[in-house]
């Protein structure tokens, strides 16, 4: 991501138990929340979909927890655990009904559906897992940019309509020596440098957390957001949503893209104003 929150933190699975039960101490200082009275039954709510609640049972088997599977709103000052998703919010009012809290944690790399902010004031810890799913974003990524470089979509619509009119997809890009501009280099970013290169692509790179000797090290050309959106022949965005990047493609930005060059976006939707993309 472009932001580090120093409150979030990495925690494996094994661990949950251990932050649930014996209490945990948020990353930025303070105590975590109070626990409900000794001898009371603790539970850990699956609050999402995503999750296997068997396999949830198995992780904290022996923990002294309960599981239970619950949507929102939530309640209850003897849960200390809850288990989301991206399409799951915590905002303050839910973190109200739930007192004796200690964990939130998500099944995904971005937490922006969780209020950060707020559960660092209570002494919560918030969970992601910033290793989820890198190797297939970053192909589907490369998909993306290659299925609209080449024309893919509007060629097969071309073919099941009955047609086969070569032209209908516009001018087709040579792969190798295409630009490519990387806007983000965490491990989804740079896991996509090393793919696009491997094909004959010459790949820019931006990430304000980075350094230019990082960035270079990382295998893409460094540069400014603004050149890299006005050199390159296809950009994918791979940024962490904070108020920040909420909007970092507007219509400025987006005008300084070339004619016919394509955008992916396989991180969040808000980083692109999509009424100025339309238009």
């Not at 200082?29 to 995503?50: C, F, M, T, Y």
């Not at 491990?187 to 090393?194: D, I, K, N, S």
């Not at 990382?218 to 022949?233: F, M, S, T, V």
């Not at 893209?257 to 808000?270: E, H, S, W």
Request: proline share 4%; charged share 25%.
């Amino acid at each position: 991501g472009m932001v580090d929150v120093p409150v979030r933190v990495e925690v494996a699975p094994a661990d949950l138990d251990l932050l649930l039960v014996h209490g945990c101490r948020r990353a930025a200082g303070g105590d975590s929340n109070s626990a409900v009275a000794s001898g009371d039954k603790l539970r850990v709510v699956v609050g999402d979909g995503g999750y296997d609640p068997v396999q949830v049972r198995e992780l904290l088997d022996g923990s002294g927890v309960t599981v239970a599977e619950a949507r929102e709103p939530w309640a209850g000052d003897d849960v200390v655990g809850l288990l989301v998703g991206t399409e799951t919010e915590v905002r303050a009012a839910d973190l109200d009904r739930l007192p004796a809290l200690k964990v939130v944690a998500t099944c995904s790399v971005g937490f922006d559906h969780v209020d950060v902010e707020e559960a660092e004031r209570r002494g919560i810890w918030v969970c992601s897992v910033p290793d989820y799913c890198v190797e297939e974003v970053a192909d589907h990524a490369l998909t993306l940019v290659l299925s609209l470089l080449r024309g893919v979509v509007v060629l097969d619509r071309e073919v099941r309509a009955g047609g086969w009119d070569w032209r209908a997809a516009g001018e087709l890009r040579r792969i190798r020596g295409s630009r490519l501009g990387v806007v983000g280099l965490g491990r989804t970013g740079r896991a996509l440098v090393e793919r696009a290169r491997a094909l004959g692509f010459e790949v820019w790179g931006t990430d304000p957390a980075l350094s230019v000797e990082e960035i270079a090290a990382a295998g893409a050309r460094p540069a400014p957001l603004e050149e890299l959106l006005a050199a390159c022949h296809a950009v994918s965005l791979h940024v962490a949503l904070t108020p920040e990047t909420d909007g970092l493609l507007g219509a400025e930005e987006l005008a300084l893209m070339p004619d016919g060059a394509v955008l992916v976006d396989t991180a969040r939707a808000q980083l692109i104003d999509l009424e100025a993309l339309r238009r």
